[in-house]
């Protein structure tokens, strides 16, 4: 018997693969049949040990170790099926996925999703400015600031697109 997380490895890698032969309506019909599995997974159809789920309040790296736990469940040029855990009170770092779709399920307690969309090829050099007009972390990127996404384990999955993060309807 096949299980959940089989079938979703087996369905992202049909719904992300970059194949011009494709339908035109296949990775709508796709992402959305993907959408419906992931919105099933619980912590048991990852084997998540519940022990690394027990809240010991606010994160403080002396007596709680490492802030992110990061299991990858499968990557190939086209995806990545990826679990996180994170302590509680822990931030991930500012990052982007320009132009991609993904989508994004809590299995366990809530976690708030800030996104950001840049604003064309715009670019506002700073001070440092990088050689010949490449951006370097001086420089000031424009960017429209989404709404905050607040996300638990009762909700269904965020999708991911260009542009913006949705929570699940």
């Known amino acids: 018997m096949t299980s959940l997380i089989q079938n979703i490895g087996r369905l992202a ?3 992300f693969r970059r194949d011009p ?7 709508t019909s796709h992402y959305e049949q993907l959408y419906n599995l992931l919105n099933a997974v619980t912590t ?3 084997n998540l040990d519940l022990g690394l789920l027990h809240d010991h309040g606010a994160f403080t790296a002396s007596k709680d170790g490492a802030p992110v736990t990061y299991m990858q469940l499968y990557e190939n040029s086209d995806v990545t099926i990826c679990v996180f855990i994170l302590k509680n009170g822990v ?7 320009p132009g991609m779709y993904g989508l994004l399920k809590v299995v366990h ?12 090829d715009t670019t506002v ?3 440092q400015s990088g050689l010949m007009g490449s951006p370097t972390l001086s420089d000031i990127l424009p960017a429209t600031k989404h709404q905050l996404l607040k996300v638990c384990a009762s909700d269904p999955a965020c999708r991911l697109c260009p542009g913006a993060m949705v929570k699940g309807k």
């Open 13 to 15: 890698v049909r719904t």
């Open 21 to 27: 032969k494709l339908p035109a309506g296949a990775f």
């Open 44 to 46: 048991q159809d990852i």
């Open 91 to 97: 931030r991930l770092p500012l990052h982007d996925h």
């Open 109 to 120: 307690g809530a976690v708030s999703v800030q996104s950001y969309s840049f604003i064309g």
């Open 125 to 127: 050099e700073g001070p």
